[in-house]
């Protein structure tokens, strides 16, 4: 079964840029038809999407989180990422990768969660 | 986008039913059967327990099962075992090509 694995830094500055990666344990993310998608809930509360990228290169935006995010993929190395800019300690919260099956609901790989602090 | 409306918390006794309702919008719920449900315990990953409305993963347990009447989407477990004491949230498809999850509900077995 396919692996997610998400990875970055720990702590982050207040107003600096979020750099998060998805590594994906097959070639599932240039061969499959999936979307692969950013999550987060912040301690204690409940699950907020932020963004997604399908197999043919669509990609689509959290409105309230549109201005910056940016989703991207490098899929020769299986990986795909977040950037997120101007962060605050609002965006303190665990951050999974999941892939989703395209055409459903069905996301059913879930990445461990990396846990994501703002603060200076 | 706002979040889907779950209630806060939902109880019940070994045995009963339950069911948790997921109130949208005609822009989410009401226009699309991508709606699916997710059950988190404390400290742990958000596992798919229903997808596109009705349809279970292999594996989820046939205690639960999903509905959609209009812009309300509903969970309901049946048989309640003390192993569903969790976290449920919704999530569905918006018309716009995003995604919005629910606020969560917080399952206790008496």
């Known amino acids: 079964q396919v692996q997610l694995q998400e990875s970055g830094p720990g702590l982050v500055k207040p107003s600096e840029t979020l750099s998060l990666t998805c590594s994906v344990s097959d070639d599932s993310i240039s061969t499959g038809s999936y979307c692969w998608a950013w999550i987060r809930q912040p301690p204690g509360k409940g699950l907020e999407w932020i963004v997604n990228m399908c197999y043919s290169g669509t990609k689509y935006y959290n409105p309230s989180l549109k201005s910056r995010v940016t989703i991207s993929a490098d899929t020769s190395k299986r990986h795909f990422f977040l950037m997120m800019t101007s962060v605050t300690a609002a965006d303190s919260a665990i951050y999974y990768c999941t892939r989703r099956t395209a055409f459903t609901s069905r996301r059913d790989i879930w990445g461990q969660g990396t846990l994501v602090t703002v603060s200076s | 986008q706002s979040a889907l409306t779950q209630p806060a918390s939902v109880s019940g006794s070994p045995g009963q039913s339950i069911t948790i309702s997921c109130s949208g919008t005609?822009?989410?719920?009401?226009?699309?059967?991508?709606v699916s449900w997710y059950q988190q315990h404390p400290g742990k990953v958000p596992k798919l327990i229903i997808f596109d409305v009705t349809n279970r993963p292999s594996g989820v347990s046939n205690r639960f099962s999903g509905s959609k009447s209009g812009n309300t989407a509903s969970l309901t477990i049946s048989g309640l075992q003390g192993e569903d004491e969790a976290d449920y949230y919704c999530?569905?498809?918006?018309?716009?090509?995003?995604?919005?999850f629910g606020g969560g509900t917080k399952v206790t077995v008496l």
């Open positions: 005609p822009s989410d719920i009401g226009d699309t059967n991508y």
């Open positions: 999530n569905s498809y918006i018309n716009d090509g995003s995604w919005v």
